[in-house]
């Protein structure tokens, strides 16, 4: 798929240790809840939380971008600094993201196809740096019926979704157990797998 980009093992084990250290910080102030599809209130098996301006969330209400922790209610934390010049360094854009949504998945999570249209900015791409277990990404093309491909994304692996593929729709198949040791039980995270996804939400201003 046209602008998709598969920066394999682009972060090092300190960095990703570093990244960890990072996000277990970010997680103490925001932690995880389980969000729950409009609608129907069923909940997803993926559980998450954010940081940056503007966070990601799913209730009964429908998705969109807050400024507050849905239970807390608290601004969330900052984006650290490690994502943020990645973000720079891969995307090239003097405009910082606005979004950065932490994906916690146990070994059993998975989500569905789906495409990311709740912003208002396509023509930025998103960034998604992998940690811990693997995962069986999908990705297909602008349609549902598009043909799919099954891509492993496996703990320091970095993928940007730019042009076109910044519409594909996509989704995670499946956890393979066992398959990193970055993730103890000591971070309280059930060993699995954490995604962490950088975005735009409101327009780029023109420079
Ligand atoms: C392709 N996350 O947070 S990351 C999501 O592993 C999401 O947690 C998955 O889908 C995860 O919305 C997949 C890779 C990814 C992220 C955003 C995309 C792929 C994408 C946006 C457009 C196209
Ligand atoms: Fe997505």
């Known amino acids: 798929m046209e602008g998709f980009c598969h920066h394999k093992a682009y972060i090092t084990k300190r960095q990703q240790l570093a990244l960890l250290d990072d996000l277990l910080k970010i997680i103490k102030a925001a932690p995880f809840y389980t969000p729950t599809m409009p609608k129907t209130g069923r909940p997803f098996s993926v559980q998450e939380t954010n940081c940056g301006p503007l966070g990601w969330v799913s209730d009964k209400k429908g998705y969109r971008y807050q400024a507050t ?27 910082p993201p606005e979004a950065c949504l932490i994906n916690h998945y146990k070994n059993t999570a998975k989500m569905g196809l789906h495409q990311d249209k709740d912003e208002d900015e396509f023509t930025a791409p998103v960034l998604s ?24 994304l496996k703990s320091g692996d970095v993928i940007l979704l730019g042009g076109p593929s910044r519409l594909a729709f996509h989704g995670i198949d499946r956890i393979i157990k066992d398959s990193s ?5 000591q971070t309280n995270l059930d060993a699995g797998r954490l ?13």
Do not use: C, Y
């Open 129 to 152: 740096v992998s940690l811990g277990n693997s995962a069986k990404f999908r990705l297909g093309g602008l349609k549902r019926a598009d043909k799919t491909q099954s891509i492993e």
């Open 195 to 207: 995604n962490i996804t950088m975005r735009r939400v409101t327009k780029l201003a023109k420079v």
């Open 181 to 185: 040791t970055l993730i103890t039980d």
């Open 69 to 95: 922790h849905p239970v807390t209610n608290a601004p969330w934390p900052p984006i650290p600094k490690s994502m943020l010049d990645l973000w720079q360094t891969l995307t090239s854009l003097s405009q």
